[in-house]
């Protein structure tokens, strides 16, 4: 019962049960708890200075700080949700009712556009695709589209109610993270089997990555999608607000970016015939897009360099894994990872 063997063997059963509890236990909170987290983190500069404010009260601190968390986020969300959700419905409503005149043999009618209908004239002649052939698979296409938004559609207050309660669970969790978190964040950094100095480094290197990612990514992303937005509201053309968003999010993506929006929204005012306003998107697209590798630099550089591999494989990989927040994760861990493998071939290159 005294032996060594015995004392490690228990010690090593009972962590890895108590660890599988506590994984059944937090596993239908880990959404919460990553955000909880992350926005702890990045207030936490925020709750320091309230907490000197504040004459070392840290509850008051944090306490301040959940209240006014929901507001800051929940007001221009819902106001950018609602705005999404009705220029959304009237984007479907118009792509129904274009496919519903496909259906009707309003086809024709595109002929009268030079850049539409003059290839449309040629694959006829030389490769036998004509207007019947684009018909069907324009109907196969728009099908397939409006049973997606179908079913999507039917999921609209399951998924909402479950972002509403995984919410209220972040931001209770965000009082705890933030009055406590960074005590909890020193025990649990102290078991780090590594050497103080470079176990500080690295926590360290990961806070600036952390902040490299949000600021530059994030705040760059915001901007572009504001920019493409506005683009697109001169342009006259319609759900702006929607286009505005999708840019934001794929702007996240190092390669295409923004373009991936607003060079469609070109191709389709120039096959309309509203050239001048193609010309004009076409200048503010570019514009957007050469601002990307202007504005990121300045901002990333502030606080941390991460390689384009890195952000890229995080944010497909990391969004793939674990949704929004994946984002920001997955930049993260290829980044802890990096770092592991550094620090092993220090290890490995010293003399025993």
């Avoid at 609209?156 to 009082?175: E, M």
């Amino acid at each position: 019962m005294d032996s060594v063997f015995y004392r490690r063997g228990f010690a090593l059963v009972a962590t890895l049960v108590v660890g599988y509890l506590l994984y059944r236990i937090l596993a239908p909170f880990t959404g919460p708890i990553v955000w909880a987290s992350f926005l702890a983190f990045m207030l936490h500069p925020l709750h320091q200075r309230l907490v000197r404010r504040l004459k070392g009260r840290e509850s008051l601190s944090a306490g301040l700080i959940t209240a006014l968390t929901p507001i800051a986020i929940l007001a221009p969300l819902s106001i950018l949700g609602g705005v999404f959700a009705a220029q959304a419905a009237e984007l479907a409503a118009k792509a129904q009712g274009f496919f519903q005149r496909v259906g009707a043999g309003g086809l024709a009618e595109l002929q009268r556009y030079p850049l539409i209908g003059r290839p449309l004239a040629w694959l006829e002649t030389h490769a036998g695709f004509g207007e019947a052939q684009l018909r069907e698979w324009l109907l196969a296409g728009g099908q397939s589209f409006l049973k997606w938004g179908a079913s999507l559609g039917g999921n609209v207050v399951v998924g909402a109610l479950g972002t509403a309660v995984g919410f209220g669970i972040a931001i209770v969790l965000l009082y705890f993270f933030v009055r406590d978190g960074a005590t909890w964040s020193a025990r649990v950094i102290g078991l780090v089997p590594m050497e103080p100095a470079r176990r500080s480094d690295l926590i360290a290197h990961l806070a600036q990555v952390t902040r490299a990612v949000v600021f530059g990514s994030g705040a760059t992303a915001l901007l572009q999608g504001i920019a493409v937005g506005i683009g697109f509201a001169i342009a006259g053309l319609p759900t702006y607000v929607v286009f505005g968003v999708l840019a934001a999010l794929l702007s996240l993506l190092p390669m295409g970016g923004a373009a991936l929006v607003w060079v469609p929204g070109v191709l389709y005012l120039a096959a309309i015939g509203r050239w001048g306003m193609a010309v004009f998107l076409l200048i503010w697209g570019v514009g957007v897009s050469f601002g990307d590798n202007v504005v990121r630099p300045l901002l990333v550089s502030r606080h941390a360099e991460v390689s384009t591999l890195t952000v890229f494989i995080g944010v497909l990989g990391g969004a793939a894994a674990f949704g929004a927040i994946g984002l920001i994760v997955g930049p993260l861990v290829l980044t802890l990872a990096k770092a592991l493998l550094d620090y092993m071939d220090e290890m490995l290159a010293r003399p025993a």
